[in-house]
């Protein structure tokens, strides 16, 4: 008979910080604390990236036009986001509780980690207090709130972080969990997005508590392991273990949104060129290289482009550049385009000994040597281009799947 204080056969902790770019700017800012704060990518920036709680009060939301979130709350303060600032405070978070609460952490994004604390029991106490002592960990760190969800599955523990935002912690009992989710629409679970939300809805499966009705058999041939791992989710007994290991990337890219409807050929160039860079210095940055791309335009109304090859792996802008302008003269018809985007789909390791009839331009190795030298030192872009002195002012944005080790530390 399990009771309270019984340890739990598996422990999972969420960690998920509340509001996280807008809370940092209102701490590192007092004047902006208890005022509706917007974050946006730049000053020129006229989309939300997140924002404050007094702000969602007055209707504000994430990816919101800036003019329609002023419309709800006249009063919003617009603040450009600070990318390497957030990545900083989360590098500090995740050091954190790694060190005071388990050595067994998944940085799950930016401002998201998941906690394995099974083996800490004995040490630390029940998962409640765990959770608990999570929570203070963060906070004498740096002073920003954070929910808390405590169970004995992934899934359900992200499920039980958004039940108390902000500043909460809820606790799911394993045990517990098929009934806390049972009315639980599917598409609240994590992973479960439009389209597997459709399929399950067309075989009847709205809730969690409806997957029992449907065999594991039908999503396993639809979904594969990935299928099995759902139906497993909806029951509260989500099978997926803590990756702990930033993985090597299976691809590594950049895109930028351009003004509306873009068409200028210059123009274009040279948010291009400012992909092809910023590509070329992340591959340089991680010894990389790459021979296949993907080179796209967003239109109104589909992606122009696709991938493309070089003749031999590259981490040059300038050979990559070269892919972008074959596909102006190639396939740009002089559509308005939205966004840019350039993608190493084949990232791989720099060799030390070059192919049989390989070629090396190593003047261009050593000039971009000294560049990212200097630009490791002073600042991105300090040294680049010419033509990038038009480049878009907008900042960086953190990768989705950022990681504070390894090769996902980008933004």
């Keep these: ?17 509340n509001a996280f770019f807008a809370s940092i700017e209102q701490r590192d800012f007092p004047a902006l604390r208890g005022k509706p704060v917007g974050v946006t990518n730049g000053e020129q920036g006229t989309c939300i990236i997140t924002c404050s709680y007094e ?40 050091a954190a509780l790694r060190d005071q609460i388990s050595p067994q952490i998944e940085v799950f994004s930016v401002d998201e980690a998941f906690l394995d604390v099974t083996h800490c029991q004995r040490l630390l106490g029940t998962p409640a207090q765990i959770g608990q002592r999570a929570k203070q960990a963060v906070d004498a760190v740096s002073g920003l709130p954070c929910s808390i969800g405590v169970s004995g599955d992934k899934t359900t523990a992200k499920y039980a972080a958004k039940l108390q935002k902000p500043n909460g912690l809820t606790v799911i009992p394993p045990w517990e969990a098929k009934r806390y989710l049972h009315n639980v629409p599917v598409t609240e679970l994590c992973g479960i997005a439009g389209g597997i939300g459709r399929f399950l809805a067309a075989r009847g499966v709205y809730t969690c508590g409806d997957m029992v009705r449907l065999p594991i058999g039908v999503l396993a041939k639809r979904f594969g392991d990935v299928g099995r791992r759902i139906w497993y989710m909806c029951q509260g007994e989500d099978p ?5 290991e930033a993985t090597a990337p299976k691809t590594l890219g950049h895109g930028k949104v351009l003004p509306p409807n873009t068409y200028h050929p210059r123009t274009l160039s040279t948010y291009l060129l400012h992909m092809s860079e910023k590509v070329a210095a992340r591959l340089r940055r991680h010894q ?11 239109t109104r109304d589909d ?46 390791p720099v060799q030390g000994q ?22 490791d030192r002073y600042g991105e872009f300090t040294l680049a281009p010419a033509r990038l002195l038009n480049r878009s002012s907008t900042p960086n944005v953190i990768a989705p799947v950022w990681k504070p080790s390894g090769h996902r530390q980008t933004v």
């Excluded at 800036?66 to 006249?74: D, G, I, K, M, N």
């Excluded at 997926?240 to 702990?244: D, F, K, T, V």
């Excluded at 972008?324 to 084949?346: F, H, S």
Aim: aromatic share 8%; hydrophobic share 40%; glycine share 6%.
């Design 303 to 348: 992606w122009i482009g696709g991938p493309m090859a070089t003749a031999l792996p590259t981490n040059d802008g300038r050979v990559i550049f070269a892919l972008c302008r074959a596909l102006l003269r190639q396939c740009w018809q002089g559509e308005g385009v939205y966004q840019v985007q350039i993608t190493a789909l084949d990232p791989r």
């Design 288 to 298: 990389l290289h790459a021979r296949e791309f993907f080179i796209g335009l967003h």
């Design 1 to 17: 008979m399990l009771t309270t204080t019984s340890p739990w056969d598996r422990a999972i902790i969420l960690v998920d910080m």
């Design 55 to 94: 702000a969602r009060d007055r209707g504000v939301k994430t990816g919101m036009r800036l003019y329609e979130a002023r419309q709800l709350c006249p009063g919003l303060i617009q603040r450009p986001a600070r990318p390497q600032r957030y990545a900083q405070v989360s590098t500090q978070l995740m």
């Design 354 to 375: 070059l192919e049989l009839f390989d070629h090396v331009d190593t003047r261009r190795q050593a000039s971009n040597q000294v560049m990212d030298c200097i630009n």
């Design 240 to 244: 997926e273990p803590l990756r702990c």
